[in-house]
């Protein structure tokens, strides 16, 4: 049968005493204690008795305040966001970064995306040569370099020949001129090796990423924002979204190797 207690009624402790101390220390509770719980979609508190005594002179244990915060569902909508805008943008990045490695390495045709990778030193800083310089293609087998600023012409030389783009500059005192040289079989074969490397890593990246995500859904599961099932739901969103883009790269990556096997 339940026994009922007030608050001031001395309570026999249910634990066996220690050994030195010969009779039951009591508990009580002050008329001034009280327990209370508020509750807030967002916010639980939690106030503990404003003092707590023990009988044979143990301490006083102060009233004490503790506060535990939920994350609202937008929080954590807006963290799923941002995880997978965070992907898509990376992603995104990686396919241009290997559209410009491809777009540097000659076919025989000529292209202005072949000097997309030289820097110029302009006024003591590195740029871009396409920043300083307009960039033509006045048939299939030359380019011509017109600078903004005429002064700039020997930095632009200088930084061609010290490029690997395998192309003497032609400087006239107002523009630059390049040849573009046939490939030969060999040459073509080496360069294919090349792009195919250069689609491997550009793979690696996008897996990369994706493991990144993982990891931070991974983060959002151990902090109780999300289930289990959620997270294998975004897993396989994850995976589908790695997979279409390293069918992007392969795309890029077979239309390269066909210039480069042309003739």
């Known amino acids: 049968m339940a026994t009922s207690f007030s608050q001031t009624t001395p309570l ?7 050994q030195n101390i010969s009779k039951p220390i ?10 209370s719980f508020k509750r807030s979609s967002t916010y639980v508190t939690l106030k503990l008795p404003r003092s707590l005594t023990l009988s044979k002179g143990l301490s006083t244990l102060q009233r004490r305040k503790r506060i535990v915060r939920a994350a609202t569902i937008e929080e954590i909508e807006a963290e799923k966001s941002a995880i997978e805008t965070n992907v ?20 025989g045709r000529a292209t ?20 300083i310089a307009q960039i033509s293609t006045p048939d299939a087998s030359s380019l011509l370099v017109q600078p903004y600023d005429k002064s700039s012409l020997k930095a632009i030389e200088k930084a061609i020949v010290n490029s690997d783009v395998g192309m ?6 107002e523009v630059i001129r390049l040849s ?3 490939l030969t079989s060999d040459r073509r074969k080496e360069l294919t090796k090349i792009v195919a490397k250069q689609a491997e890593e550009g793979k690696v990246a996008l897996r990369n990423i994706r493991r990144d995500a993982l990891k931070a859904y991974e983060k959002l599961e151990k902090d109780k ?9 975004l897993s396989s969103d994850l995976q589908k979204l790695t997979d279409d883009y390293i069918k992007k790269v392969d795309a890029i990556y077979k239309q390269k190797e066909k210039e480069l096997l042309t003739v």
């Open 12 to 18: 026999r402790s249910i634990f066996q005493p220690p």
């Open 88 to 107: 898509k943008s990376r992603m995104e990045s990686t396919l241009e970064n290997v559209r410009t490695n491809f777009g540097s390495i000659r076919t």
């Open 180 to 182: 573009i040289p046939q």
């Open 112 to 131: 202005p995306s072949m000097l997309d990778k030289i820097e110029v030193e302009y006024y003591g800083s590195p740029v871009g040569l396409k920043t």
């Open 225 to 233: 924002k999300l289930s289990e099932d959620n997270v294998k739901d």
């Open 26 to 35: 009591l508990l009580s509770l002050s008329e001034s204690s009280s327990y």
């Open 168 to 173: 003497t500059p032609n400087n006239d005192g």
